[in-house]
């Protein structure tokens, strides 16, 4: 059995710093129903393992609980190996007997080591590849992740001056200006992150994500995950974000494995042959 059980003990620190579970969930940002079901061990009520275990750190951090420990209690790591009775020896009980074959007796002696040593093999191997699918999938969200919601004003530019010397037009052109087409640039790039611009954006602003092969996504606005979404190899999905926002964040969970189009105009985050996540933060300026 787990030497601990990890929601009352989850629990018992939260009462302990005196939170109440809607504090908790203003300071982590996780649903308050999840935070009961950790609390209740109901564990099949989270939306995958992934969640599961970085809700359980999330809400181990902010509690002042080893986290890691506890993924370790749900993962069976605290359990005691089995134990093996020793083999013993059968002293001989007439002079006469016939003595044991020295292979059979070796391999005898030697095989409570090898069992224990298969067992121990298997852990650890059924360890290494849990933690490599959790690097694989990580898709995590930035818990302090900053985004702003504005009313785009438009500001009218100051007509410029026209000297009395030159003559003013005798016919005035009938053909209306044509809008400027919407323009993205790069601000800010590394492995990890990304600023872009988005000029002259029409409304509603449409994201549309293509996997390359399985990838997560995320959209954020004001530090709220409004859109989320595993694409299977060449599935394509399309979001739309509020009206007037002025930035927005999006994750993937592995860079090089997404195509991202903004209005229909592809997104070059320059994610290159990345296996990591990358975060790309939008800032909007829409068409007057």
């Known amino acids: 059995m ?3 059980n990890i ?7 939260r009462i302990d ?6 504090e908790l969930q203003q300071r982590t940002k996780i649903q308050k129903r999840y935070l009961l079901a950790i609390e209740e061990n109901d564990f099949h009520e ?4 992934y969640y599961l275990r970085t809700f359980i750190r999330q809400y181990a951090d902010e509690v002042n609980v080893d986290g890691n420990h506890l993924i370790d209690v749900l993962d069976g790591k605290d359990r005691p190996l089995p134990t093996y009775p020793e083999l013993q020896t059968v002293a001989e009980l ?6 044991e ?3 059979q007796a070796r391999f005898r002696a030697t095989l409570p080591m090898v069992v224990l040593g298969l067992v121990a093999l298997a852990i650890i191997s059924v360890v290494g590849y849990m933690t490599w699918l959790d690097h694989q999938e990580t898709a995590i969200i930035p818990e302090n992740s900053s985004v702003q919601v504005e009313r785009s004003g438009n500001t009218a530019s100051q007509p410029e001056k026209v000297s009395s010397s030159q003559p003013k037009p005798t016919v005035a052109s009938s053909k209306p200006p044509e809008k400027p087409k919407m323009a993205l640039a790069m601000e800010n790039n590394t492995v990890n992150a990304a600023t872009m611009k988005v000029d002259h954006a029409e409304k509603p602003l449409k994201l549309t994500f293509t996997g390359k092969e399985r990838v997560w996504i995320g959209v954020q606005v004001n530090g709220a995950l409004i859109y989320q979404y595993t694409l299977q190899p060449g599935e394509s999905q399309t979001t739309e974000l509020p009206a007037d926002t002025a930035q927005t964040l999006i994750t993937i969970g592995m860079a090089k494995y997404a195509d991202i189009k903004v209005n229909d105009q592809g997104l070059d985050f320059q994610p290159g ?3 990591l996540k990358k975060d790309i933060t939008l800032n909007i300026a829409y068409a007057a």
């Open 2 to 4: 787990a030497s601990i």
């Open 7 to 13: 929601g009352e003990t989850l629990r018992k620190a």
């Open 17 to 22: 710093k005196k939170l109440s579970l809607d």
């Open 46 to 49: 989270l939306p995958s393992d």
């Open 94 to 99: 007439r002079k006469n007997k016939h003595a």
């Open 101 to 103: 074959n020295p292979t």
């Open 273 to 275: 042959d990345s296996l």
